[in-house]
């Protein structure tokens, strides 16, 4: 293999680069991976070193690289159009994609608005929730949010306006607008201190006093369905977002959805929303959308909304809001392609399966002394690395022990990344259960490595 090639890459690479949520002053001591080539489930290095892809890409991926159908549907749209303003003009592609996407979501949404990532598909959201009520007669004093405590929406202004997590957002809190935030629904660590059932699912009855005291002011509540991606695979108690849509729905509040990790599967359902017949009136997608090719978003919404923003030009109640790459063909295609997949093949059929086979592999790992936590819903999946299994104590973070368990897992041919000390799972959905008991294996192996050589917290 030509190494010489994979240093001089590195080295480049050093001299020019700056990374997204990368530490470079260890980036530059690191010997970081040069990937070159995807095929099916595998990432492949430019040693030739074969890699399973973990965690899809980031949590893009669906169905694997190089899936021929979403190259064919990429490719034949190149050989047609690759870009044109949506601003003024439309095209087929994203005429077709925006039907099809409605007629995956759940029912009652009819628009799309499309931009380029999931925090600008978060942006859109929050800034038509806000705009929808200043143009409402009577509703000019609904501007406030209603959000999740280590909730996360993105890195845009707006997005971590509404996201919760600390690390990220602490320094920009000057920039940012307030909201009222809730603590996260979460068992684990339950933030009131309870534990179920015997709660009675107390935080589902605080969050619907906050919405009933607060109707008048909240333009809208903004949470992940059921699982927190980022803040470590928290996952909302059974129950939870139901009873919000109610209560939101109850109180003229509208209810925003950022399904940007959660859509197309990954739950085992279509959408996050749809385990709990849940529509909201703000749906946010990005991710999966395109099978982890293309970037490319949508913000879907209803009538409702959407006829809010009508009226004569002069009145300006238009959404002003757009992008130069807004419902850029190839991504269409790229997604158009990703969603013929959903028709022909059992999608979820066999996403049940493969959950279920997870969650037999990951109950192995329960045992250990430091693992605190085994959390999954569908394809998604978190292992919480704790100091003090009983106190839910967490090594002080210059362990590094989360990336210390994806690094050392490389060794077993797997490709992950943690947040913090949870170590995610979140294999393809054309996974195979061989694969996905491998990938479980795997971890549990860079647990006890790591953790074997790790000395007393004090
Ligand atoms: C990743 C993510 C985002 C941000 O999406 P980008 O495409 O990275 O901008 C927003 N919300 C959730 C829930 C996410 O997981």
Redesign the pocket.
Known sequence: MDMNRTESLRKRDKAVLWHPFTQMADWEKDEPLVIERGEGNYLFDTDGNRYFDGVSSL?VNLFGHRRKEIDDAVRAQLDTLAHSTFLGLTHPPAIELAEKLLAAAPPGLSRVFYSD????A?EIAIKMAFQYWRQKEGGGKKAAFLTLSEA????TIG?VSAGGIDLFHRIFRPLLFSTRRLPTPHCYRCPYGLSRPSCGLYCADRMEKEVRDAKDHLAAAIV?PLVQ??AGMLMMPEGYLARLRAVTRECGVLLVC?E??TGFGRTGAMFACDHEGVVPDILAV??GLTGGYLPL?ATLTTEEIYRGFLGRYEEFRTFFHGHSYTANPLGCAAALGTLSLFGKEDVLGRVSGLSAAMEKSLASLAAHPNVGDIRQKGLMAGIEIVADRPAKERFPSERKIGQRVARKARERGVIIRPLGDVIVLMPPLSSTEKEIEDLADAAGWAIREVLSAEGPLR
């Open positions: 949590w990532n999931g925090s600008t978060m996360y929406h993105g890195d997005s992940e991606g980022a950022d940007v990790a990005a991710k978003a």
